[in-house]
C-alpha cells in the first residue's frame, strides 16, 4: 500500500469517528443537560418503570414490547400488535389499561361482524317515538380489537374516524369519545386462514406495529414452573389515572428537540422518498409521528430532549407497516430497516 492509499483510509476513519462522536455531541449542545425531566407533582419520579416491572410479571420476558407500547400512549398513537395466537398479545392491552387506571373494553372480531357491534345502534323507543343511541364498546379509553383482520373491511373502517379523530359519527350526529382514547388491535399473521388484510389507510392510524414474539428459554421455564400465570388481577392499584395520563402526554408534547434533530428526522424521511430503495416514502403525517414518539421516548428514559438514539429506537416501528420494497413490494424486517436507515447520517 503506498502513502496515497494509506491517507486515503486515514481521512475515511478521521470521517466515521466525527459521524459517530463529533456530530452527535454537536446535537447534545443545542439542547440543556438535564438529568430527569421533573414528572407532575402528583406522579412518582419512578412510575414508569413500576408499570413496565409489574405488567412484567404477567407477560414474561417482554419488557422492550412493553416499554415500546407505554411509549405509544405517551404519543397518542394507536397501537397494532402482529403475532400467531397465545403469544400474550390481550394481556398485555389489559394489563397495561389496568395499570395506568383507564376504562377498557374488549371487541372479539369475527367475519360476520357489523360496524354497529363496534360503534353502536339505535332503539326504538315505542313509549315517546324516538330513537335512543346505545354506545357501542368504542367508547371507552382503552379499546382491544382483538383479532382486527379477521373483520371484513366494512367493520374495519368504522374505526377510522374513531381511531384520527376521537370521534364517532352516525345517524348525522357526531359524539365525541372519552379522553385519553387508546386502539390496540392484534392482528394474525396473513398466511393464516380467514384474514382480510388491512388497507393502507386503516394501517396508517397505527403509530407502532410490534411482534411479541415466543419467550426466550427463561422465560417459558418460569412460566411452565409456574403453571402459567394468572390473569391480570384487579385487587393491583392502578399506578395512574385518565387525568395523570393526559398530563403525561402534554408533558411528552414539551420535549424539546434541537433543529439539527429535526434535520435529521427531515433526512430520513427524505431517504425513504428518494432512495429507490421503498416504492412510497413516508408521508409528512408520518414524520410528524416519529417526532412525537421521540419525544416519548425520550420521557420514559428520563430526558427532557430528544437525542438521535431516540428517532432511531422507534423508527423502524413507525415505517415498517408504511413501507414496502421497491422491487418486489414486501415488507422490510425490522432489524434490516435498522440496518438500512443507518446509512442516514447523523447531520452537524
Given at each position: 500500500?503506498?502513502?496515497?492509499?494509506?491517507?486515503?483510509?486515514?481521512?475515511?476513519?478521521?470521517?466515521?469517528?466525527?459521524?459517530?462522536?463529533?456530530?452527535?455531541l454537536?446535537?447534545?449542545?443545542?439542547?440543556?443537560?438535564?438529568?430527569?425531566?421533573?414528572?407532575?407533582?402528583?406522579?412518582?419520579?419512578?412510575?414508569f418503570?413500576?408499570?413496565?416491572?409489574?405488567?412484567?410479571k404477567?407477560?414474561?420476558?417482554?419488557?422492550?414490547?412493553?416499554?415500546?407500547?407505554?411509549?405509544?400512549?405517551l404519543?397518542?398513537?394507536?397501537?397494532?400488535?402482529?403475532?400467531?395466537?397465545?403469544?400474550?398479545?390481550?394481556?398485555?392491552?389489559?394489563?397495561?389499561a389496568?395499570?395506568?387506571?383507564?376504562?377498557?373494553?374488549?371487541?372479539?372480531?369475527?367475519?360476520?361482524?357489523?360496524?354497529?357491534?363496534?360503534?353502536?345502534?339505535?332503539?326504538f323507543?315505542?313509549?315517546?317515538?324516538?330513537?335512543?343511541?346505545?354506545?357501542?364498546?368504542?367508547?371507552?379509553?382503552?379499546?382491544?380489537?382483538?383479532e382486527?383482520?379477521?373483520?371484513?373491511?366494512?367493520?374495519?373502517?368504522?374505526?377510522?374516524?374513531?381511531?384520527?379523530?376521537?370521534?364517532?359519527?352516525?345517524?348525522?350526529?357526531?359524539?365525541d369519545?372519552?379522553?385519553?382514547?387508546?386502539?390496540?388491535?392484534?392482528?394474525?399473521?396473513?398466511?393464516?386462514?380467514?384474514?382480510?388484510?388491512?388497507?393502507?389507510?386503516?394501517?396508517?392510524?397505527?403509530?407502532?406495529?410490534?411482534?411479541?414474539?415466543?419467550?426466550?428459554?427463561?422465560?417459558?421455564?418460569?412460566?411452565?414452573?409456574?403453571?402459567?400465570?394468572?390473569?391480570?388481577?384487579?385487587?393491583?392499584?392502578?399506578?395512574?389515572?385518565?387525568?395523570?395520563?393526559?398530563?403525561?402526554?402534554?408533558?411528552?408534547a414539551?420535549?424539546?428537540?434541537?433543529?439539527?434533530?429535526?434535520?435529521?428526522?427531515?433526512?430520513?424521511?427524505?431517504?425513504?422518498?428518494?432512495?429507490?430503495?421503498?416504492?412510497?416514502?413516508?408521508?409528512?403525517?408520518?414524520?410528524?409521528?416519529?417526532?412525537?414518539?421521540?419525544?416519548?421516548?425520550?420521557?420514559?428514559?428520563?430526558?427532557?430532549?430528544?437525542?438521535?438514539?431516540?428517532?432511531?429506537?422507534?423508527?423502524?416501528?413507525?415505517?415498517?407497516h408504511?413501507?414496502?420494497?421497491?422491487?418486489?413490494?414486501?415488507?422490510?424486517?425490522?432489524?434490516?430497516?435498522?440496518?438500512?436507515?443507518?446509512?442516514?447520517?447523523?447531520?452537524?
Open positions: 500500500m503506498n502513502f496515497t492509499d494509506t491517507l486515503h483510509y486515514i481521512r475515511k476513519a478521521l470521517n466515521l469517528f466525527e459521524n459517530l462522536i463529533y456530530q452527535p454537536k446535537i447534545l449542545e443545542c439542547v440543556p443537560m438535564t438529568q430527569a425531566v421533573p414528572l407532575p407533582t402528583d406522579i412518582e419520579q419512578d412510575v418503570e413500576k408499570i413496565l416491572d409489574q405488567a412484567s404477567y407477560i414474561l420476558g417482554k419488557k422492550p414490547q412493553l416499554r415500546l407500547a407505554l411509549c405509544c400512549i404519543a397518542e398513537g394507536h397501537l397494532l400488535i402482529e403475532d400467531i395466537p397465545g403469544i400474550g398479545k390481550t394481556t398485555l392491552a389489559k394489563m397495561l389496568h395499570l395506568l387506571g383507564l376504562d377498557f373494553q374488549r371487541v372479539q372480531c369475527t367475519s360476520d361482524m357489523l360496524p354497529g357491534d363496534i360503534l353502536g345502534f339505535s332503539v323507543n315505542r313509549d315517546n317515538g324516538t330513537f335512543a343511541f346505545h354506545p357501542g364498546p368504542i367508547f371507552t379509553q382503552v379499546l382491544l380489537t382483538d382486527i383482520n379477521r373483520t371484513p373491511p366494512k367493520t374495519q373502517s368504522a374505526l377510522l374516524e374513531a381511531m384520527e379523530e376521537k370521534q364517532v359519527s352516525f345517524e348525522g350526529k357526531t359524539r369519545l372519552p379522553s385519553p382514547f387508546f386502539v390496540i388491535a392484534t392482528q394474525n399473521p396473513l398466511e393464516q386462514s380467514g384474514t382480510y388484510p388491512l388497507p393502507e389507510s386503516q394501517l396508517d392510524r397505527f403509530l407502532f406495529r410490534l411482534e411479541l414474539g415466543y419467550p426466550d428459554r427463561d422465560a417459558e421455564h418460569d412460566l411452565l414452573a409456574g403453571g402459567g400465570v394468572d390473569s391480570p388481577s384487579t385487587a393491583i392499584a392502578p399506578f395512574l389515572s385518565a387525568d395523570k395520563v393526559l398530563s403525561l402526554q402534554q408533558l411528552t414539551r420535549i424539546q428537540v434541537a433543529d439539527p434533530l429535526i434535520r435529521y428526522i427531515q433526512d430520513l424521511i427524505d431517504f425513504t422518498r428518494h432512495s429507490g430503495t421503498f416504492t412510497l416514502g413516508l408521508s409528512p403525517r408520518a414524520g410528524l409521528l416519529l417526532l412525537r414518539s421521540a419525544k416519548a421516548w425520550a420521557l420514559l428514559n428520563g430526558r427532557d430532549f430528544v437525542l438521535p438514539e431516540d428517532v432511531q429506537m422507534v423508527l423502524p416501528y413507525i415505517a415498517r408504511r413501507l414496502r420494497r421497491a422491487d418486489t413490494h414486501e415488507e422490510v424486517p425490522t432489524n434490516e430497516l435498522t440496518e438500512i436507515f443507518q446509512s442516514v447520517a447523523v447531520p452537524i
